[in-house]
C-alpha cells in the first residue's frame, strides 16, 4: 500500500475496512477470545470497537460507551490523548523496533530512569519486558537465580509464599503462585507447589474475625508459614493493598508494611505486583508508598504506556543486581528475554504517560474523584443485594449477593455479575464484573460528572436485574 500523505488519502484506505457484519462473521469464525465462554460469545451480538474518545469508546454504529473499566485496567488518561498519540507518532517516524539484546535505545534508558526517579527508593534497576504476566515471572525466576548466586548462596531458598485469591498473570509460573480456584485449579498437575496464606479479605476473613477488633492476624498466618518453613522461603508475592481479580479486596492497613517487616525477618524478598494498581489507581503512583514500603521487586504493566501498548517493567535493587554481575564465562548471565521488550514505541508512550502526570497534576486532581466516588458508593450499600463495597482510591468493587445477613453468594449459574454488566451495556456503560463482584475501575481521566453517570447506570441495573425494580 503506497504511503499516504494527506489526511484524507489516509482516510480512504482506513475506511477500506470491510462491513460490520463481515467483521462479525470473521470473528465468530476466527478470533478466540480470552477468560470468554465461547458459547456465550457465539450466541451474543458482538460489540465492535471503532475509535476511543477521552473515557468513551465508539462502537462501528456510532454508539458510545464509557469506558468503566479502562479497556481492562490499562487505561489512564483518556483514549487518544494528544500528548500520548504525539509520542507515538514522533517516536514512530525515528523507529518503531530495535532489540535490548546487546544494543539499547533512548526511549528505554529514558524510560529507566524515570521510573527510578518515581518509584520507592532503592529500586534501581529495571528489566523490560511486554505484559504483566511476563514482569511477575521475571521477578520470579529473578529469585530463584538470585538466592543461588549471592554473596553467601542459600540454593535451600526455593519456594514462594502467595496469598489465596492472589493472581499474578497467566503463565505457568504466574499461576503457580496465582490462587484464583476458578481460573488455576485446572492447571495444578504442571505447576510448581506454593505455600499459601489466608486472603486478608475482611468481608469474608478466612480466620472468621472481625475489623477493626481483630489483630490482623492474618500477618500471623504468614509469619506461622514462614516458621514452619525456616531457610525456605525465597519471596513474599503479593499484590500490594488490593488484590484486583480475586475480586477487589482491600487489604486492611498495615498488612503491606506488616509483610515487609515479615520477609525482612526472615531473610525472604517481597515482590510486590502493581500490574494493577500502579500509575495512580490507588491515589498514589504506586500503592506500596501508601505503606512507605520498598519491595525487592516492583513489577509493573497495565498502566505503564496509560493503556497504549504492551510494556511491562520489572524494577529491582542493587543488592538483586550485583548476584548477577559478572562476566560471561562467570556464568551469572540471567537467560531470560522478550522479544519485544522495552519496545521503543511502549517506552516513548510511557514516557509521555508519566510527563502527563505531572503536567495535568493527575494525582491531584484526582483527590475530588476519589471522595466522590466514596460518598456515591453508599448509594449501593442501600441495596437489597449489595453485601460489600470495597474502596481503593479511584478502584472499587461492588460484591452483589442472594442474602445479605448470611452473605450466601448468588448461584454462578445465575451469573447476575454478568446480567449487570450486559444491562449497563445498553446504557452505554461498558464494565466487566468478576464473579458477582462489580468492578469500578475507570480511567483517571473521568469526569466528576462521568463518574456520576457510570454510578447512576450501575445502581439502576443492579436494582433492575436484583431487585426486578425498573425506574
Ligand atoms: C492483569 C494482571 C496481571 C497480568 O498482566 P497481563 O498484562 O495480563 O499479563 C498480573 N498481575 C496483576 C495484579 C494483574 O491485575
Known amino acids: 500500500m503506497q504511503n499516504p500523505n494527506n489526511e484524507s488519502e489516509r482516510d480512504t484506505i482506513l475506511n477500506q475496512q470491510p462491513p460490520g457484519q463481515t467483521i462479525r462473521d470473521w470473528d465468530r469464525a476466527h478470533v478466540w477470545h ?11 451480538e458482538p460489540l465492535v470497537i471503532e475509535r476511543g474518545e477521552g473515557c468513551y469508546l465508539i462502537d462501528d454504529r456510532g454508539r458510545r460507551y464509557l469506558d468503566g473499566v479502562s479497556s481492562l485496567w490499562c487505561n489512564v488518561h483518556g483514549h487518544r490523548h494528544p500528548a500520548l498519540d504525539e509520542a507515538l507518532r514522533r517516536q514512530i517516524d525515528k523507529l518503531a523496533h530495535s532489540t535490548l539484546l546487546g544494543v539499547t535505545h533512548a526511549p528505554a534508558a529514558e524510560l529507566a530512569h524515570e521510573l527510578v526517579e518515581r518509584a520507592p527508593m532503592g529500586l534501581t534497576r529495571v528489566f523490560f519486558s511486554d505484559d504483566g504476566a511476563t514482569a511477575v515471572e521475571v521477578a520470579l ?9 549471592k554473596a553467601k548462596p542459600e540454593p535451600q531458598r526455593t519456594r514462594f509464599l502467595a496469598l489465596g485469591g492472589g493472581y499474578h498473570g497467566d503463565t505457568l509460573g504466574d499461576v503457580s503462585v496465582g490462587g484464583v480456584e476458578r481460573f488455576h485449579a485446572m492447571f495444578g498437575p504442571l505447576l510448581f507447589p506454593a505455600l499459601r496464606a489466608p486472603a486478608p479479605h475482611c468481608y469474608r476473613c478466612p480466620l472468621g474475625l472481625k475489623r477493626p477488633d481483630c489483630a490482623l492476624e492474618c500477618l500471623g498466618a504468614v509469619e506461622r508459614i514462614l516458621d514452619e518453613h525456616p531457610g525456605e522461603v525465597a519471596a513474599i508475592v503479593v499484590e500490594p493493598l488490593l488484590q484486583g481479580a480475586a475480586g477487589m479486596i482491600v487489604h486492611p492497613e498495615g498488612y503491606l508494611s506488616g509483610l515487609r517487616a515479615l520477609s525482612r525477618r526472615h531473610g525472604a524478598l517481597l515482590i510486590a505486583d502493581e500490574v494493577a494498581v500502579g500509575f ?17 521487586f516492583l513489577c509493573l504493566a497495565k498502566g505503564i504506556t496509560g493503556g497504549y501498548l504492551p510494556l511491562a517493567a520489572t524494577m529491582t535493587t542493587e543488592e538483586v543486581y550485583s548476584a548477577f554481575y559478572g562476566r560471561a564465562a562467570d556464568g551469572k548471565t540471567f537467560y531470560h528475554g522478550h522479544t519485544y521488550g522495552g519496545n521503543p514505541l511502549g517506552a516513548a508512550v510511557a514516557l509521555a504517560n508519566l510527563r502527563v502526570f505531572d503536567e495535568e497534576r493527575t494525582l491531584e486532581s484526582l483527590q475530588p474523584k476519589i471522595c466522590r466516588l466514596t460518598a456515591r458508593l453508599r448509594d449501593f450499600t442501600a441495596l437489597r443485594h449489595v453485601g460489600d463495597v470495597r474502596q481503593l482510591g479511584l478502584i472499587a468493587g461492588v460484591e452483589l449477593v442472594a442474602d445479605r445477613e448470611s452473605k450466601t453468594p448468588f448461584a454462578w449459574s445465575e451469573q447476575v455479575g454478568a446480567k449487570v454488566c450486559a444491562r449497563a451495556r445498553h446504557e452505554g456503560l461498558l464494565i466487566r464484573p468478576l464473579g458477582d463482584v462489580l468492578v469500578i475501575m475507570p480511567p483517571l481521566a473521568i469526569r466528576l460528572e462521568q463518574l456520576d453517570e457510570m454510578l447512576d447506570v450501575m445502581i439502576r441495573c443492579v436494582r433492575s436485574v436484583t431487585e426486578g425494580a425498573d425506574e
Not at 470468554?36 to 457465539?42: K, P, V
Not at 495512580?280 to 525487592?296: K, N, Q, S, Y
Open 280 to 296: 495512580g489507581r490507588t491515589g498514589t503512583l504506586f500503592a506500596c508508598a501508601r505503606e512507605d514500603v520498598t519491595p525487592d
Open 34 to 44: 480470552p477468560f470468554t465462554a465461547l458459547a456465550d460469545w457465539e450466541a451474543s
Open 141 to 149: 525466576k529473578m529469585t530463584f537465580q538470585y538466592f543461588r548466586q
